[in-house]
T-cell receptor, first 112, second 113 residues
Framework: GGIITQTPKFLIGQEGQKLTLKCQQN?????MYWYRQDSGKGLRLIYY???????QKGDLSEGYDASREKKSSFSLTVTSAQKNEMAVFLC???????????FGSGTRLLVI | GEQVEQLPSILRVQEGSSASINCTYE??????FPWYKQEPGENPKLIID?????ERKQTQGLIVLLDKKAKRFSLHITDTQPGDSAMYFC????????????FGSGTQLTVMP
């Protein structure tokens, strides 16, 4: 079976800092996603990528950049961390359109 | 953007009873509706899904119903156990052939012994 790995698991940053989160999958899935999970607000899409070098903005893309360096990896950058920000960032991948996602275990971000 | 509304946000039931979670969506072209279960500290995992060519699907104590006219779908957990306690998310593809899913805001289910 495949696996989707997010690094780091925990990330503590300082206000204004640029922070990068990484995601790798070995399912050979075409599409990868970055979601942000806040308590009581469900999962909100930040960016997704249909294939290598493709990038599509989600509803929450402002304040973030993303990069699909190769098919197996998708990174997310918080361009300027906001003080007291606390959220879980979930990476996911899927094989085709209209198919289910496999999620990574998440990166928990805290900005001090 | 499009939204999926999920209710209730908190649900407490007695062990052995059933639990129901309801979701509504906006786009009548949506055709894929998965449900995810997320346990504390874990990632969401797919538990059951339904496509628009079906009205009902059942697997291992889970039933999903889809009412396309009302743009509503629901998850029913029969004979709940403490291990069913978790956060549950519904999701919908915004249109046919869409690469993304729109998630509901989640239901925190607690099954009391």
């Amino acid at each position: 079976g495949g696996i989707i790995t997010q690094t780091p698991k925990f990330l503590i940053g300082q206000e204004g800092q640029k922070l990068t989160l990484k995601c790798q999958q070995n399912f050979n899935h075409d599409t990868m996603y970055w979601y942000r999970q806040d308590s009581g607000k469900g999962l909100r899409l930040i960016y997704y990528s249909i294939t290598e070098n493709d990038l599509q903005k989600g509803d929450l893309s402002e304040g973030y950049d993303a990069s699909r360096e190769k098919k197996s990896s998708f990174s997310l950058t918080v361009t300027s961390a906001q003080k007291n920000e606390m959220a879980v960032f979930l990476c996911a991948s899927s094989l085709t359109a209209n198919s289910d996602y496999t999620f990574g275990s998440g990166t928990r971000l805290l900005v001090i | 953007g499009e939204q999926v509304e999920q209710l209730p946000s908190i649900l407490r039931v007695q062990e052995g009873s059933s639990a129901s979670i309801n979701c509504t969506y906006e786009n009548s072209a949506s055709n894929y509706f998965p449900w995810y279960k997320q346990e504390p500290g874990e990632n969401p995992k797919l538990i059951i899904d339904i496509r628009s060519n079906m009205e009902r699907k059942q697997t291992q104590g889970l039933i999903v119903l889809l009412d396309k006219k009302a743009k509503r779908f629901s998850l029913h957990i029969t004979d709940t156990q403490p291990g069913d306690s978790a956060m549950y998310f519904c999701a919908a593809s915004p249109s046919s052939g869409s690469w993304q899913l729109i998630f509901g805001s989640g239901t925190q289910l607690t099954v009391m012994p």
